[in-house]
């Protein structure tokens, strides 16, 4: 049992890699056009109309995003922690499923922001998750899987059998 669990815990580790290499796929559709996951993060300019340098017009752009970042970095987090030892098994269970809450919320927590002249606004976006979220929510399911696994074999609660 305890070969399996030192084999799991780096396969968490490995689930984690996978998430942060999701980044670089395309996360969100919208309109024909797709988003990768660090341009989701970090944010994008989408349009700046701005002639001859002497003013913005119009711009339009994807804001950094705390949500988008957190979602995506506790997986390796959570794999680091069980790496260190396996007594956060529970804590890195609970950042795994929190990370797995944030990714389904993450169509509803991305907006546009745009600038006409001085002002500026939001716009809510009916996102479409493409293959790099999917990538990343299935990884994060294996690896509920795994923290799940080692929390119930090395009995991290000390419940008495």
């Known amino acids: 049992m305890k070969k399996h669990v030192s084999t799991l815990r780096?396969?968490?580790?490995?689930?984690?890699?996978?998430?942060?290499?999701?980044?670089?796929?395309?996360?969100?559709?919208?309109?024909?056009?797709?988003?990768?996951?660090?341009?989701?993060?970090?944010?994008?300019?989408?349009?700046?109309?701005?002639p001859f340098d002497l003013g913005t017009i119009a711009k339009a752009w994807i804001p950094f995003s705390w949500v988008a970042l957190t979602a995506f970095s506790?997986?390796?987090?959570?794999?680091?922690?069980?790496?260190?030892?396996?007594?956060?098994?529970?804590?890195?269970?609970?950042?795994?499923?929190?990370?797995?809450?944030m990714m389904l919320s993450l169509p509803n927590s991305i907006v546009l922001m745009y600038q006409l002249g001085n002002s500026e606004s939001s716009l809510s976006v009916a996102w479409e998750i493409a293959y790099g979220l999917i990538i990343a929510i299935g990884s994060v399911l294996m690896s509920i899987l795994t923290h799940f696994w080692i929390v119930v074999s090395t009995n991290s609660f000390k419940l008495k059998a």
């Not at 490995?14 to 990768?36: A, K, Q």
């Not at 529970?90 to 990370?99: A, K, N, R």
Request: proline residues 4%.
């Open 74 to 101: 506790l997986p390796i987090i959570s794999g680091v922690l069980v790496i260190m030892h396996q007594k956060y098994a529970p804590l890195s269970l609970l950042l795994v499923l929190t990370s797995l809450f």
């Open 10 to 50: 780096y396969v968490s580790l490995f689930f984690g890699v996978i998430v942060i290499i999701s980044t670089m796929l395309p996360v969100f559709t919208y309109e024909n056009t797709t988003y990768l996951g660090h341009e989701i993060i970090l944010g994008k300019e989408l349009l700046n109309i701005n």
